[in-house]
């Protein structure tokens, strides 16, 4: 499979190189200093566009490849503000679209696992619900899109919350469950659900010791998603 990489960061280049050893070819390594590279791509020759860039450049990206009939998955997180326009984008062009908060397929499972402990944990009282995430420093949005994905888990499963908060110095409201966010190199990815009462906690973790759970979790994707169309997730991907 050709592919091209949208973003040639931490991610993309980890992408590249699992993904040669795949016996995928690399059409072009796109990051910040060279996007007129992309003038001169023929999109007849590339398969799928694999996007792992920042929060501004995700939706310029993501639509390249779509107005050019090509597959586009991204893992970019903090853009999804804008997903409508994608969507649209999507049915637009009659594209393939696919975006994971987080290709891990630990994480995925923890995702599944986290909507059926909330379920459980509603018909209970006396918790009370944290999400902790923990990443590098370089990491550029907070908190963390896996955490989003968790805390969207849980609202719709917790009649008591309606939304997430950002832990600083407002304190969370009782329909908010507070996420809190921390910076600390080298940690790929944490992520911690926390329930308390004064009598117990209940705790349920993912920590990522790499990046390769996510890299090689977006190249099975990036495999199977050639003969699909529309918008598509996780969910699409994973038969559970
Ligand atoms: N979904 C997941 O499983 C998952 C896993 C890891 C990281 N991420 C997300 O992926 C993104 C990238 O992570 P990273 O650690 O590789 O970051 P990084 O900072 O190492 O790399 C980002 C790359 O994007 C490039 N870039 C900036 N503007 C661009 C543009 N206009 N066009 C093309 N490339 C551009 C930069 O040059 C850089 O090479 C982040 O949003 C991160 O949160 C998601
Ligand atoms: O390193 C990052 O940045 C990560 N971003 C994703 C997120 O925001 O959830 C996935 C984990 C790693």
Redesign the pocket.
């Known amino acids: 499979m050709n592919i091209l990489l949208l973003g040639y960061g931490?991610?993309g280049k980890l992408i590249g190189e699992l993904g040669e050893q795949r016996g995928h070819q690399i059409a072009a390594k796109i990051s910040i200093d060279n996007t007129q590279d992309l003038d001169s791509l023929d999109p007849k020759s590339i398969d799928v566009a694999i996007d792992f860039s920042q929060p501004e450049s995700a939706i310029s990206n993501i639509k390249w490849g779509l107005e050019r009939g090509i597959p586009v998955i991204s893992?970019t997180?903090?853009w999804l503000d804008r997903w409508d326009e994608i969507v649209t984008s999507v049915e637009e062009n009659d594209g393939t679209f696919f975006y994971a908060?987080?290709f891990?397929i630990g994480?995925n499972v923890l995702f599944k696992v986290n909507q059926y402990l909330a379920k459980l944990m509603n018909e209970v009282s006396d918790y009370s619900v944290t999400v902790e995430?923990i990443?590098?420093t370089a990491?550029?949005?907070a908190p963390?899109?896996?955490?989003?994905?968790i805390a969207e888990g849980i609202i719709e499963n917790m009649g008591n919350l309606d939304s997430w908060i950002l832990k600083g110095d407002t304190p969370a409201l009782e329909n908010q469950l507070p996420i809190i966010s921390k910076r600390i190199d080298p940690a790929?990815?944490t992520h911690i659900i926390s329930y308390q009462s004064k009598v117990d906690d209940l705790v349920l973790s993912h920590t990522?010791h790499s990046?390769e759970g996510?890299v090689k979790g977006a190249i099975l994707v990036a495999e199977w998603i050639t003969d699909k169309k529309g918008v598509l997730s996780m969910n699409d991907f994973l038969s559970f």
């Open positions: 931490k991610m893992g997180t903090g908060s987080n891990s994480v995430e990443h590098h990491k550029l949005d963390s899109g896996t955490a989003i994905t790929p990815g990522a990046r996510f």
